[in-house]
Nanobody, 121 residues
C-alpha cells in the first residue's frame, strides 16, 4: 500500500521560511502528480502547489512567487520551499499523489496525514 509521510512543519514568524518534504513508499505508476494542499481552520482544503512527473507545475495564486515545488522521481519525494511566510499561510499541509488521469480503472489518489505549519505575526 502507498504511504506518504510529510516532514518539515513547524512554527515560524512572518517573513520566515520553511521547507516541507514528503516521501512516498509503495508502488504506483509513474504518470502522476505530487503536490501539496492545505486546510486552515474553518476553510476549505485548497491546492497549494502540484508538479507532474514531467515537471509541469501549478501554484495557487496566493503562494505564487513565494513557494517553490520540486520533486525527485527516482526517490519518490516532493518538496515545498516556502519563503516570505505570512499568517494566512497557517494551515495543515497535506502531501498528495494522484494519477494524472481520473478516467482510468487504475486511477488513484493518496494523501498523507498532514503537517502543521504555523506562521505568527
Amino acid at each position: 500500500q502507498v504511504q506518504l509521510v510529510e516532514s518539515g512543519g513547524g512554527s515560524v514568524q512572518a517573513g520566515g521560511s520553511l521547507s516541507l518534504s514528503c516521501a512516498a513508499s509503495g508502488s504506483f505508476v509513474n504518470a502522476n502528480a505530487m503536490g501539496w494542499y492545505r486546510q486552515a481552520p474553518g476553510k476549505q482544503r485548497e491546492l497549494v502547489a502540484i508538479i507532474s512527473t514531467g515537471g509541469s507545475s501549478a501554484y495557487a495564486s496566493s503562494v505564487k512567487g513565494r513557494f517553490t515545488v520540486s520533486r525527485d522521481n527516482a526517490k519518490k519525494t516532493v518538496s515545498l520551499q516556502m519563503n516570505s511566510l505570512r499568517p494566512y499561510d497557517t494551515a495543515v499541509y497535506y502531501c498528495n499523489v494522484r494519477s494524472l488521469r481520473t478516467d482510468w480503472a487504475g486511477a488513484y489518489n493518496y494523501w498523507g496525514q498532514g503537517t502543521q505549519v504555523t506562521v505568527s505575526s
